[in-house]
């Protein structure tokens, strides 16, 4: 037996930073006091779910409503009901020195499948 046999079933999303994904499936997945997100891609990136608590991220997928409950948005309601959407994660220079570089997702088109020359 390994450690390895006892990793969770989704890998951190700082692990396909700047590849292009398809997501499939959004949930909620909280981490301790941190709004999360676990998000389920086509692609296979050695493994298809990953997590994040980027809040420039999971602000795209959940947001509070007027009474302060955190619920789902329009972007997560499609994407869960087959409307898939083709991004990348970017890395955005703050302008503000105390605050720290983060990651946005930012729309790509699906590249077409290139055939192969040989």
Do not use: W
Not at 57 to 83: Q, R
């Amino acid at each position: 037996m390994k450690i390895a046999d006892f990793q969770g079933d989704s890998k951190s999303l700082k692990e396909i930073d700047g590849k292009p994904i398809t997501i499939v499936k959004v949930e909620r997945s909280d981490y301790d006091d941190s709004l999360g997100v676990k998000l389920t891609i086509k692609e296979d990136y050695d493994g298809t779910v990953f997590h994040t608590t980027r809040k420039a991220i999971t602000s795209k997928f959940y947001k509070p409503d007027s009474n302060g409950n955190i619920v789902e948005t329009k972007l997560t309601a499609s994407i869960n009901t087959g409307n898939y959407i083709h991004c990348i994660t970017e890395k955005v220079k703050s302008n503000n020195p105390k605050v720290n570089d983060y990651y946005v997702l930012k729309d790509v088109e699906p590249k077409a499948k290139q055939e192969s020359l040989a």
